[in-house]
């Protein structure tokens, strides 16, 4: 089957062993002097191992690979104690694999091995300090309602949330998960939904949800390569990705065109602009 795995560039590798504790499935040892894959079964290619490497020889891929197998990842987490079994969990319920997450619970219980608790506060989001340099879209705006504009919508009673799975981070998404498998998905920039009051009534509901913003993340390969798995492995329907109308996010688009391209299945694309003041400036299939 194909999948999204990890690969490691030896030429890259420096033999520093940094990544083997960020591997907790057993997927990654040490062979002469080297980090090496030693089984397609241990590898989940959720990238826990990602950002961990100096000199950025680990990646991923989707290739030809054995289907995971979380039961034999158990064998090997159990015998590493409560910390890396907790640390486990917790990475595939970040990542949204109930299925896995299940079969590692029963394998627990099985053993008569108790469960860690789970952690009552979620991490912070690491920050990123970014010059805006001279970009139009930076420009300060005061985007108060004109007083003689028309009334706002009616804004009795609440509506509710149209998001159905999390994480929704496209670093953080895993191209596997059941929550993307066949669905009409979303590529948002991050400011869309904010800008766009009926955001989710109007394009999220019904569809799953994948956020990213074109100027200010780091490692654009990495997201290239999830889209493609998208639309490859998850054989995702439809594609819409919506940008605010500044230049700098006409990126996203240009990043899931090029990632569509290297997709051997063919899938509609939409591409939808949005004023900074919420409107739609553009829609269309591309």
């Known amino acids: ?44 290619g959720l990238g826990a191992c990602l950002g961990h490497c100096p000199e950025g020889a680990i990646t991923t891929e989707v290739r030809e690979a054995e289907p995971y197998d979380e039961r034999k990842v158990m064998e090997n987490i159990v015998k590493q104690g409560d910390n890396t079994i907790k640390a486990h969990l917790e990475h595939l319920k970040s990542h949204g694999q109930t299925e896995f997450y299940n079969i590692a619970i029963a394998v627990l219980k099985g053993k008569n091995i108790p469960i860690p608790g789970e952690k009552k506060e979620k991490p912070m989001a690491h920050a990123h300090e970014h ?40 670093h953080l998404i895993a191209p596997m998960s059941p929550h993307f498998k066949g669905r009409d998905v979303v590529l948002s920039a991050d400011c869309v939904a904010y ?7 109007d394009f999220l509901k019904g569809k799953a949800l994948a956020i990213a913003c074109p100027k200010l993340d780091e490692g654009q390969e990495v997201y290239s390569e999830k889209i493609t798995a998208l639309i490859d492995e998850a054989q995702i329907n439809t594609l819409t990705v919506m940008i605010m109308e500044v230049p700098c996010c006409r990126g996203l688009l240009g990043l899931a065109q090029e990632a569509a391209s290297k997709a051997k299945r063919k899938i509609p694309i939409k591409a939808v602009v949005v004023g900074i003041k919420g409107d739609i400036k553009s829609e269309a299939w591309v």
Request: charge should be negative; glycine fraction near 10%; aromatic fraction near 4%.
């Open 1 to 44: 089957m194909k999948r999204s795995i990890i690969t490691i560039d030896q030429d890259k590798c420096t033999g520093c062993g940094l990544c083997i504790p960020n591997c907790p499935e057993g997927a990654i040892q040490m062979i002469d002097g080297k980090a090496r894959l030693i089984s397609d079964l241990f590898c989940d």
């Open 131 to 170: 010059a805006t340099g001279g970009c139009p879209g930076s420009r300060a705006m005061d985007l108060s309602r004109d007083e003689h504009a028309p009334a706002a919508g009616d804004e009795e009673g609440k509506r509710p949330s149209q998001l159905s799975h999390w994480p929704v981070q496209l």
């Open 195 to 201: 800008a766009m009051g009926d955001f989710h009534k």
